[in-house]
């Protein structure tokens, strides 16, 4: 039997502990428990590498944006400074928003590579209790026994791991949401 591998390595030690669940699955038509655990599979380091680097965005902006600030303070004064500093201080709002908008995704992945390997451990976790749970049921599966009594127990042990995923999945709608908005440029160039 060939171990899964998956991104979060807690997912894949899960896959490693289902790696009997699944074979008894399989010989009774339930659910593949491990291809559940793909809904949820992903790499927290990753997505934080990505914020980091979006991070790092946000700082050379607000460095662009300083440098533009005290470029403008230096101008001359004359008969167009008035429009100049109309057309400056818009120019400096954009760098503002977009230095602002950026630390706000950076700071959204970092919560959302938390979250996910949060969730990641606490499915890991509680796969393995379900797991242990059916023991007996999946072994007695696995010599050839069909009684109801281990099939339905085996059956459910699968149920409820797909189950958990789901769960977990439904859970990061607020984040998904909180996304939303960043689809919007936090800049309109004209």
Do not use: N
């Amino acid at each position: 039997m060939t171990s899964e591998v998956f991104e979060h390595p807690a997912l894949t030690s899960a896959a490693t502990r289902l790696a009997t669940l699944r074979a008894a699955a399989g010989r009774i038509g339930a659910p593949d428990p491990v291809a559940a655990l793909r809904h949820l599979d992903c790499s927290p380091p990753s997505i934080r590498t990505s914020a980091s680097a979006v991070d790092a965005g946000a700082l050379v902006v607000t460095s662009a944006q300083t440098e533009f600030r005290a470029g403008v303070e230096r101008a001359e004064t004359g008969g167009s400074t008035e429009t100049f500093g109309t057309w400056a201080d818009t120019v400096d709002s954009q760098y503002g928003a977009a230095a602002r908008a950026a630390a706000a995704t950076a700071a959204l992945g970092v919560r959302i590579a938390d979250r996910l390997d949060e969730l990641a451990l606490e499915v890991s976790s509680e796969v393995s209790v379900i797991v242990s749970d059916a023991d007996a049921a999946v072994a007695a599966v696995l010599t050839g026994d069909r009684s109801a009594e281990v099939v339905s127990a085996v059956s459910a042990a699968c149920t409820a791991v797909v189950r958990t995923v789901q769960e977990k999945v439904a859970s990061l709608t607020a984040l998904a949401a909180e996304l939303e908005p960043m689809t919007t440029p936090a800049v309109q160039l004209s």
